[in-house]
């Protein structure tokens, strides 16, 4: 069973940025996209971004474009989330998991998660 491992989540002020990495256990993990989502207490998971299994497209939800970055390393089967300017309505736990081409679904099985929190 694929394994996915997040990590680098942290409790920051608004304004400010975090980096999240992905660990994917998968060997052909170059080989499929792979996305962001998040999720708040008593609501539903949220896709927030998307990267092509090259990594030379991405795609974001309005809320985070311009302050997200998705990116992956397939050398290192790693994917990140750089968030910069940081808003308290970011604070949720984040997901990777692989996506569809242009898919919004998570396929795999969920990983633990990392929390992110933003202050005001």
């Known amino acids: 069973q694929v394994q996915l491992v997040e990590s680098g989540g942290g409790l920051v002020q608004a304004g400010g940025s975090l980096r999240l990495s992905c660990a994917p256990s998968?060997?052909?993990?170059?080989?499929?996209?792979m996305g962001w989502f998040r999720q708040v207490p008593g609501k539903e998971r949220e896709f927030v971004a998307r990267?092509?299994?090259?990594?030379?497209?991405?795609y974001y939800i309005d809320s985070v474009k311009g302050r997200f970055t998705i990116s992956r390393d397939n050398t290192k089967n790693m994917v990140y989330l750089q968030m910069n300017s940081l808003k308290p309505e970011d604070t949720a736990v984040y997901y990777c998991?692989?996506?569809?081409?242009?898919?919004?679904?998570?396929?795999?099985?969920w990983g633990q998660g990392t929390q992110v929190t933003v202050s005001s």
């Open positions: 990267i092509s299994a090259s990594g030379t497209a991405t």
């Open positions: 998991n692989f996506v569809a081409n242009d898919g919004v679904m998570g396929l795999g099985s």
């Open positions: 998968e060997r052909t993990f170059r080989m499929y996209f």
